[in-house]
């Protein structure tokens, strides 16, 4: 069990339309130990906290993400940081 395997589950649902629509289709009944079995079926071994803990970790590098390519932006803006 690890995050590892939690935030490459993450991907996966991103990634696979299959797997986003099965999820879908067990909305709202769809909660933490159905998804830790859900990515078992598929061969990804993790806890619920693992699942948190990766989820979390997740939002923090798509928040890093957006920062430094908005400072990227302004930085390419000319005169932008100067006004």
């Known amino acids: 069990m690890s995050v590892q395997d ?3 589950f993450l991907r996966d649902a991103r ?3 299959a797997l986003r629509a099965l999820m879908r289709q067990h909305r709202p009944a769809l909660e933490l130990p ?3 079995t859900l990515a078992a079926e598929r061969g990804r071994h993790f806890s619920a906290d693992d699942l948190r803990a ?3 970790l997740d939002w ?3 928040r890093a ?3 430094t390519a908005a400072a ?3 930085a390419a803006e000319p ?3 100067a006004r």
Request: glycine share 4%; net charge positive.
């Open 65 to 67: 993400r957006r920062s």
């Open 54 to 56: 990766a989820f979390a």
């Open 34 to 36: 159905a998804l830790v």
């Open 60 to 62: 923090k590098l798509r």
């Open 79 to 81: 005169g932008l940081l």
């Open 72 to 74: 990227r932006a302004a």
């Open 15 to 17: 990634d696979d339309a």
């Open 6 to 8: 939690a935030l490459l």
